[in-house]
């Protein structure tokens, strides 16, 4: 597909229109969407989220070709630091032990993984006669996604694993008080970025986004009076820190990267999703202070981890409605695939919620 850049842009704006005009005033929603990181705000971000997910796929995945600017790592960071923040909220004032704070939160995330994981090993032994070594059945349905064949199931799951690992490393950091506290979420990360890098070799990115959307919501209360008190010129920066962080992916590959060590590059490329994190949180706040929502977004971000789990098989292995062709065939193929996968994911949440209220 020729002039990349320019359907890519054409994708973004269409999407950012379809949010800006499908809206309405908070009060027919029935919601309290003014305070900075509120549900409805959370909510918006995790339908932005998962829109460039899908896009980033769609583009490296089935195109195979890469525009300049790719938000889906962002987006990643920004599940994560969401992640972070949520469960740091959820967990102050709050005295539970350790076994039954990681059932809460492993529930949530491993009952639909579950399903999404036996439903892809369905598919891929009936439509690609494809199957699996039993340790890697057994890996894998532990939520223990570390080697490539596993990580290929669904190119996705390695993020389960992730986070799930900051849930057991949130626990001890639960027990830790005052600058103790503050001084892990700083420092495992740390040792994590270089582990990684140089011994394990997981492939794991956005390793600081989860221990930032911790420190948010340590740091809560101040952070929204801060926010409150100082709104447009936040706003201001976040749209001009915005700007700096397009120029950023527009240059840094061939301007930046040659010249510095390559765990640097990884690190700064991390810095900058975590600040674009933070302006895309500035600006929705400063939207939600209007009284405005996003219905487009809320709706995504109601089925987010849904579309998470599923499109990746969709978009990659089975790919039922995207042909290489033309720019509009293969354009109008991914308006129909996204279609697609609106009404899997509901239908997918719905079962695994009759299984939820059942069960757990």
């Not at 929603?29 to 003014?34: A, M, Y």
């Not at 998962?50 to 995945?61: E, K, P, Q, S």
């Not at 397009?246 to 390559?262: A, G, R, T």
């Amino acid at each position: 597909m020729n002039n990349v850049d320019l359907y890519n842009l054409f994708l973004f704006v269409a999407f950012v229109l379809l949010a800006l005009f499908w809206r309405k005033k908070q009060k027919s929603l029935g919601v309290i969407s003014s305070q900075v990181l509120s549900i409805p705000q959370t909510t918006q971000l995790k339908g932005l989220a998962i829109l460039c997910v899908v896009i980033g796929h769609f583009w490296v995945h089935v195109v195979q070709q890469t525009p300049f600017f790719l938000f889906g790592g962002d987006a990643v960071a920004l599940f994560l630091m969401l992640s972070g923040f949520g469960i740091t909220v959820s967990a102050q004032g709050k005295s539970e032990n350790a076994f039954i704070f990681l059932k809460k939160r492993g529930v949530k995330v491993l009952i639909p993984y579950w399903f999404s994981t036996i439903f892809i090993l369905l598919l891929d032994y009936f439509l690609l006669g494809r199957t699996y070594t039993w340790q890697n059945y057994a890996l894998t349905s532990l939520g223990i996604n570390l080697n490539s064949t596993v990580r290929n199931i669904d190119y996705v799951r390695w993020y389960i694993t992730f986070q799930l690992f900051w849930y057991l490393v949130f626990t001890v950091f639960r027990y830790c008080k005052g600058y103790i506290a503050i001084a892990c979420i700083v420092a495992v990360p740390a040792v994590l970025f270089v582990f990684d890098y140089y011994v394990t070799h997981f492939g794991w990115y956005q390793i600081f986004a989860f221990p930032a959307g911790v420190l948010l919501g340590l740091f809560y209360e101040p952070v929204k009076n801060f926010f409150n008190r100082h709104v447009w010129l936040l706003t201001c920066l976040s749209c001009v820190m915005f700007c700096c962080i397009l120029v950023f992916k527009i240059y840094s590959y061939q301007v930046i990267e040659p010249y510095i060590p390559s765990i640097v590059f990884k690190a700064v490329r991390e810095g900058t999703s975590i600040l674009l994190c933070l302006c895309m949180i500035c600006i929705f706040a400063l939207v939600g202070r209007q009284g405005r929502v996003s219905v487009f977004l809320t709706f995504l971000g109601g089925i987010s981890y849904e579309i998470f789990l599923l499109h990746g098989p969709f978009l990659v292995k089975y790919n039922p409605v995207i042909y290489p062709g033309r720019p509009v065939t293969v354009l109008l193929g991914l308006g129909l695939y996204l279609v697609l996968m609106v009404i899997l994911a509901l239908g997918f949440k719905k079962i695994v919620g009759v299984v939820n209220h059942a069960f757990v």
